[in-house]
């Protein structure tokens, strides 16, 4: 069975970290870009990060950018989210999701529909508040 697994999500404070996984069960991620998404309530699923299957490229929400980092460890077939200087707008669940589409080891791409991730995750739930 292929699964996308996360965790790591939680309650934090504004300002404190997070480090969210994304971890591939029944086939590898080594040759997919991945990204990560976040859902809030009333509003589309937003792009968040994405790193291509070399791990050379990446891409970031400007909400994202100089926070969050993604990276992947191919050995353990997992790809990470750091989050820091978290923000209540940061709030929502956040999904992996495996790009069953693109094959430039280089690049990987968050377009609005998400519509080249083919394999997605359950979900964890990131919520900042004090």
């Known amino acids: 069975q292929l699964q996308l697994v996360e965790s790591g999500g939680g309650l934090v404070q504004p300002g404190g970290s997070l480090r969210l996984s994304c971890a591939a069960s029944?086939?590898?991620?080594?040759?997919?870009?991945i990204g990560w998404f976040r859902q809030v309530p009333g509003k589309e699923r937003e792009g968040v990060a994405c790193?291509?299957?070399?791990?050379?490229?990446?891409n970031y929400a400007d909400s994202a950018k100089g926070r969050f980092t993604i990276s992947r460890d191919n050995a353990k077939n997992t790809v990470y989210l750091q989050m820091n200087s978290l923000k209540p707008e940061d709030t929502g669940v956040y999904y992996c999701?495996?790009?069953?589409?693109?094959?430039?080891?280089?690049?990987?791409?968050?377009?609005?529909?998400?519509?080249?991730?083919?394999?997605w995750g359950q979900g964890t739930q990131v919520t900042v508040s004090s």
């Open positions: 999701a495996a790009d069953t589409i693109t094959t430039h080891q280089g690049l990987c791409f968050l377009p609005k529909t998400s519509y080249n991730y083919g394999y």
């Open positions: 029944g086939f590898t991620l080594n040759y997919l870009a």
């Open positions: 790193i291509s299957s070399s791990g050379a490229g990446t």
